[in-house]
């Protein structure tokens, strides 16, 4: 992550006429990590924390509606349809439907933690009967949940980057931060992945 943040550090301060875009494109296409890249640039004064926020919660929103309309198409009902498909995909859903209790809203919040978001987002939109006019809402609000986790990690690892290489006049020490930030992330994704990939005996 470190290396991949100093290369999207580089790219910005040369094009920083691009660098909404790349704030956009970023959250829409990229996950949870470069989501916390960008917050890490932002404390280091590289990025605007409004325009952060603004743009990744229109790209995230944008990228969330574009899914839920494939979602909806024959061809991905086909596909997602298909015997060696079908048990996985129920498995995902049924678990997300009885973690949520049925609520769509807490559905999408939940999903925006876990890894493969938006293959769950296309998974939930077709197994269930969310209607756009209700996702569109749940969605703006789930979206805004999910930046405002994610964001202010990456920003306090930035101000932690910078203090500890300060304090210790030495840059691997900001860099064992970060490392150890990503160790415990790895950690609770492969919790929640197993979490919500067993079946339904194994929970009782």
Known sequence: MVEATLWLRELIVNYPAFQYLFIFFGAALGGDFLLI???????????????????????????????????????????????????????????????SSGNH??????????????????????????????????????????????IPIGFLLGLGFTYLSEVFKNIYAGIGLVLLFLLIAFMLEAWLRKFFTRSPENNS
């Open 37 to 99: 890249a960008l917050g890490f640039l932002s404390a280091q004064g590289i990025l605007s924390p409004v325009a952060l926020v603004s743009f990744s919660f229109l790209g995230t929103f944008c990228s969330d509606v574009f899914l839920f309309l494939i979602a909806r198409t024959t061809f991905f009902h086909n596909i997602i349809s298909h015997r060696y498909a079908h048990k996985t995909v129920s498995l995902i859903v049924d678990s997300l439907r009885r973690i």
């Open 105 to 150: 809203l807490w559905a999408l919040i939940i999903a925006k933690f876990l890894v493969g978001t938006r293959v769950i987002i296309v998974l939930y939109s077709d197994k269930t009967d969310l209607s756009f006019k209700k996702f569109a809402p749940y969605d703006a609000i789930a979206a805004l949940t999910w930046l405002a986790a994610l």
